[in-house]
């Protein structure tokens, strides 16, 4: 079975628990879901409530990956409040956990009620991270019942509010992949091709309808990674690779496509950012978030090979029929969760999305700009690997090779 790099989205938690140099003037952007921005005209800057007390802001998916790096960063100037299904056993001590489950009316109306109680009904910001996700590409009801109703369920119970910003996380894959190259901005047509994206196409269109006077910002994020990893299409990849697995030198796309990625420290300090900044955004906007720098699937496997092996890694381009033949018997040889593979059948229509950005209108507007390339964080994320092996696979949730099983 042929790899692929199936774009991504490790961005986001499971809660139960065009043309950039023409005038924004003159722009209008495809996606019939809502406007990129209420900036074409002159916007004046809001007036927030500066008191004494710390600036309340509430994160949804408090505890995930992104959820809990964000908390951790704004504690020092903010109260935070952590929503989710089930809050970390040791969590920070500046944090005020609620439990909290998006898909039931009863607790987001209790919880909700509880805050305004316990932290006024004054809100500075929402950052509402939770979301459903599954690489199987397994139907689930909690794409609508979490994603699209969650938001809105959220939505209506900050109406007894006043919220100066609700940020909004949605995904790149919204987008349609950019057949030509050119950078993909806000502006770029939307289509979503699978459920995860269509969730969060759907949100963003809840998110319109549902805002009232609440000044939203949608933020369509590349894929998620770190040093350690945490990213599955970029530690599936170099699993492959470094088990020398024969399905790692072929692949049924476009090997000089490639797809943006953002680290997770980038990520945080521009939700900081987005915070900090709040009052001098326009009352809707979305921008694109991800790494201008994109390495195609060809440079991405021989970086990989060269790192792990010391030589470069041959791509082999194989037509998508045969491929999904591969993938399909893969899966149905599957003895169990453990066992079943990454790549899934559907995946193989999808290896060919290409996915540039172009961040000067999140750079202007949020005054940040990415420190962090996955082209410079490879070396270190593959030395993780090296220096503790068993570590790193466990901590990207892979199964282990079988000579690290008995160490």
């Given at each position: 079975m042929p790899s692929t790099t199936l774009p991504s989205d490790s961005n986001t938690n499971v809660l139960s628990s065009h043309d950039a140099d023409r005038p924004a003037t003159d722009r209008s952007p495809n996606d019939a879901t809502a406007s990129p921005s209420d900036s074409a005209q002159t916007q004046p800057q809001r007036v927030l409530d500066t008191t004494a007390k710390k600036p309340v802001v509430l994160v949804t998916g408090a505890a995930g990956l992104i959820g809990s790096k964000i908390v951790q960063r704004l504690t020092p100037d903010h109260t935070v409040v952590g929503l989710d299904l089930k809050p970390p056993e040791s969590s920070h001590m500046d944090v005020h956990w609620y439990e909290l489950d998006l898909t039931e009316q009863d607790s987001v109306d209790s919880v909700m009620a509880r805050i305004r109680d316990e932290h006024g009904d004054s809100i500075a910001s929402v950052i509402h991270l939770a979301a459903y996700y599954d690489f199987s590409g397994a139907p689930s009801s909690l794409y609508h019942d979490l994603t699209v109703e969650g938001t809105r369920r959220m939505l209506r119970a900050l109406q007894a509010f006043r919220v100066d910003q609700f940020i909004f996380s949605s995904t790149l894959l919204v987008q349609r992949s950019s057949e030509e190259g050119h950078p993909v901005t806000a502006f770029s047509p939307t289509e979503a091709e699978w459920d995860y994206p269509k969730s969060k196409l759907a949100a963003e269109a809840v998110i319109?309808?549902?805002?009232?006077?609440?000044?939203?910002?949608?933020?369509?994020?590349?894929?998620?990674?770190?040093?350690?990893?945490?990213?599955?299409?970029?530690?599936?990849q170099i699993k492959r690779i470094h088990e020398k697995e024969l399905e790692s030198y072929f692949f049924p796309g476009d090997k000089t496509h490639?797809?943006?990625?953002?680290?997770?420290d980038d990520l945080t300090e521009c939700l900081r950012a987005a915070v900090e900044r709040r009052a001098e955004l326009p009352p809707r906007e979305i921008l694109v978030i991800g790494e201008e720098d994109v390495m195609s699937y060809e440079e991405l496997q021989d970086s990989i090979g060269e790192l792990l092996h010391g030589k470069q890694w041959p791509t082999i381009r194989i037509p998508k029929v045969m491929a999904k033949a591969g993938a399909w018997t893969k899966e149905k040889l599957a003895s169990g969760d453990d066992d079943a593979p990454f790549i899934r059948p559907w995946m193989i229509?999808?290896?060919d999305q290409n996915y540039p950005v172009d961040l000067r209108r999140a750079s202007d507007q949020l005054r940040w700009y990415p420190r962090h390339t996955l082209r410079s964080t490879l070396p270190v994320m593959i030395e993780h690997l090296r220096r503790d092996p068993k570590q790193w696979y466990e901590t990207n949730h892979l199964p282990l090779p079988q000579e690290l099983r008995h160490e």
């Open positions: 319109k309808e549902e805002r009232h006077k609440i000044p939203t910002l949608i933020l369509r994020i590349a894929g998620v990674y770190d040093d350690q990893g945490h990213s599955p299409p970029i530690t599936q490639g797809q943006s990625f953002i680290h997770l229509d999808l290896a």
